[in-house]
């Protein structure tokens, strides 16, 4: 496998226990080069991108044609709230739901779930799940160097390297299921310490593509 790198790098998890009756088809997870964290995770439904942020947030988008329609169609065109998007309807929690208020509640027959208080009280608000896909983030009980990281993405695990692997590794992303993320270090000189040095291993429904560089500009904070 080469070993040059863009700055932002995609892995492409296809998780065939989605099935059609779910409607999910595959999951693409994005890192960073140069802060090597999990920024975002887009999922797709038929023509719906369905994308959940680092910090655990949902928002929709779709493919270029897609038929949709606005909540309100003034306010909702700057956040992507729609009432409906690909002939699906979306739903959403009301104001009632203390920390889900507001948020996706379901897109059509895909229902979206949060952490909430009888969760503890450091995912609030996060994604628990959408439809079969189950989402998990580091805790207290983890360490106190990864908190509030994903742990896991359904079946697949995802590691990070802790203080006890060096201040230059402390934080960044070690594994994907089996895939293994090796950096170089201080030795192999200062203008490659700390960028990704080797992807290697074997995980199943999982690869990994180069992206080009205009998609830095994608925003994945929100």
């Given at each position: 496998?080469?070993?040059?790198?863009?700055?932002?790098?995609?892995?492409?998890?296809?998780?065939?226990?989605?099935?059609?009756?779910?409607?999910?088809?595959?999951?693409?997870?994005?890192?960073?080069?140069?802060?090597?964290?999990?920024?975002?995770?887009?999922?797709?439904?038929?023509?719906?991108?369905?994308?959940?942020?680092?910090?655990?947030?949902?928002?929709?988008n779709a493919v270029a044609g897609?038929?949709?329609?606005?909540?309100?169609?003034?306010?909702?065109?700057?956040?992507?709230?729609?009432?409906?998007?690909?002939?699906?309807?979306?739903?959403?929690?009301?104001?009632?739901?203390?920390?889900?208020?507001?948020?996706?509640?379901?897109?059509?027959?895909?229902?979206?779930?949060?952490?909430?208080?009888?969760?503890?009280?450091?995912?609030?608000?996060?994604?628990?799940?959408?439809?079969?896909?189950?989402?998990?983030?580091?805790?207290?009980?983890?360490?106190?160097?990864?908190?509030?990281?994903?742990?896991?993405?359904?079946?697949?695990?995802?590691?990070?390297?802790?203080?006890?692997?060096?201040?230059?590794?402390?934080?960044?992303?070690?594994?994907?299921?089996?895939?293994?993320?090796?950096?170089?270090?201080?030795?192999?000189?200062?203008?490659?310490?700390?960028?990704?040095?080797?992807?290697?291993?074997?995980?199943?429904?999982?690869?990994?593509?180069?992206?080009?560089?205009?998609?830095?500009?994608?925003?994945?904070?929100?």
């Open positions: 496998m080469k070993t040059k790198h863009t700055l932002l790098l995609a892995l492409l998890l296809s998780f065939s226990f989605f099935g059609r009756s779910q409607g999910l088809s595959d999951v693409n997870l994005r890192i960073s080069n140069d802060k090597t964290i999990v920024r975002s995770i887009e999922l797709y439904a038929g023509n719906i991108i369905i994308k959940v942020s680092q910090k655990g947030n949902v928002k929709l897609t038929q949709y329609a606005y909540l309100d169609p003034v306010s909702d065109s700057q956040n992507n709230k729609f009432r409906t998007l690909d002939n699906m309807l979306i739903d959403y929690y009301d104001n009632f739901e203390e920390s889900r208020a507001g948020k996706i509640k379901s897109i059509g027959s895909i229902a979206v779930t949060y952490y909430d208080k009888f969760d503890g009280f450091e995912n609030i608000g996060r994604v628990k799940s959408i439809g079969a896909l189950k989402f998990i983030y580091y805790s207290k009980y983890d360490g106190f160097d990864n908190i509030g990281k994903l742990k896991s993405v359904g079946s697949i695990n995802i590691a990070y390297y802790d203080r006890y692997d060096g201040d230059d590794l402390n934080g960044k992303l070690k594994s994907v299921g089996n895939t293994v993320i090796i950096y170089y270090d201080r030795y192999d000189g200062p203008f490659k310490n700390g960028k990704i040095k080797s992807i290697t291993g074997k995980t199943p429904h999982l690869t990994i593509s180069n992206l080009s560089a205009d998609i830095l500009a994608d925003n994945d904070t929100f």
